[in-house]
């Protein structure tokens, strides 16, 4: 493999990580109420942060869902 390759590769996982990471921000800090209301109103800072290393590697399964089933709402816990 060439270093121009390798570099190529981690180009490229640096930019999905960091789109992650925005998307992840996002997601905890605006969008927390668009999944479950319940978590939104009731989540302290950790496990916003518990879930964010999650968020960061399925970012993309994480846009989907938002994006392609606006009026579907996961309800989670009791309330």
């Given at each position: 493999m060439s270093t121009e390759l390798a570099s190529a590769i981690w180009a490229g996982a640096g930019v999905?990580?960091?789109i992650g990471f925005v998307v992840g921000l996002v997601m905890i800090t605006v969008l927390l109420k668009r999944v479950s209301k319940g978590?939104?109103?009731?989540?302290?800072?950790?496990?916003?942060?518990l879930?964010?290393?999650?968020?960061i590697g399925l970012w993309p399964l994480v846009l989907i869902v938002l994006f392609t089933r606006p009026s579907a709402r996961v309800e989670g816990g009791s309330s």
């Open positions: 999905y990580a960091l978590a939104a109103t009731a989540a302290p800072l950790q496990f916003r942060l879930i964010l290393p999650g968020l």
